[in-house]
């Protein structure tokens, strides 16, 4: 089975742009999750999606936002970018959601984004 | 909230020596507890699980026992390569996602 795939691997941008980061989920998986690793704050939850609904959302500004479609695969956007938000970006995909679940999540090799 | 942490290192150890990364977790409930490993460039692997109370996780050579009465998920190896070389993060699955220690880089020397 292939893997959790993103694309791009590297970014580079400017102060103020936009961003589009995109995530292939393992196949059958319906849950996507992402995540924010930086030197200082470590990894760092952003948001959950299955089934094309949000479910969970960790603590970040409202320019970071995601989305996910119906083959499962999800994008997340940071508009207005900031020289804080220079960080590797993470996805994983797992077959359920939520605190309950004892499903593994599988990690994609992340989106290195730096903002200058 | 939920949180977990780690002894953060570096740790150097040689090669064949053991190894232990001590883990401690504050949760609601009794979470999944997760090791992941990461090599440089790369994004986590899982290395191991346990899903409930005195449940050990193994792979590798590596072990982790999940403790619901120190709530900790410690991870040990009994003869460490050059090849574990990486950073370990501990982790448990609560409401909000995955909540990650701060990681704990592993080098070993031969």
């Known amino acids: 089975k292939a893997g959790v795939t993103q694309t791009p691997r590297y970014l580079i941008k400017t102060r103020g742009q936009q961003v589009t980061l995109s995530c292939s989920p393992i196949s059958g998986h319906r849950s996507v999750s992402w995540y924010q690793q930086t030197p200082g704050q470590g990894l760092q939850f952003l948001f959950e999606y299955f089934s094309e609904t949000q479910r969970n959302k960790g603590n970040f500004p409202g320019r970071f936002s995601g989305r996910q479609f119906s083959n499962s695969r999800s994008e997340m956007n940071v508009s207005t970018l900031e020289l804080g938000d220079s960080a590797l970006y993470l996805c994983?995909?797992?077959?359920?959601?939520?605190?309950?679940?004892?499903?593994?999540?599988?990690f994609g090799p992340g989106t290195r984004l730096t903002v200058l | 909230g939920d949180s977990v942490t780690q002894m953060e290192g570096p740790v150097t150890l040689s090669e064949e020596a053991f190894l232990t990364i001590n883990c401690t977790y504050t949760a609601t409930g009794y979470p999944s507890l997760f090791w992941y490993v990461q090599y440089p460039g790369e994004g986590l692997q899982l290395l191991l699980k346990?899903?409930?109370?005195?449940d050990k996780g193994s792979n590798k050579g590596f072990e982790a026992t999940y403790r619901k009465e120190t709530t900790s998920f410690h991870l040990e190896k009994g003869s460490v390569q050059v090849s574990d070389s990486a950073v370990y993060f501990c982790a448990l699955r609560g409401a909000d996602g995955l909540t990650f220690g701060k990681g704990t880089h592993l080098i070993i020397q031969p």
């Open positions: 994983a995909s797992s077959l359920w959601y939520g605190g309950g679940s004892t499903d593994t999540q599988y």
């Open positions: 346990a899903t409930k109370a005195d």
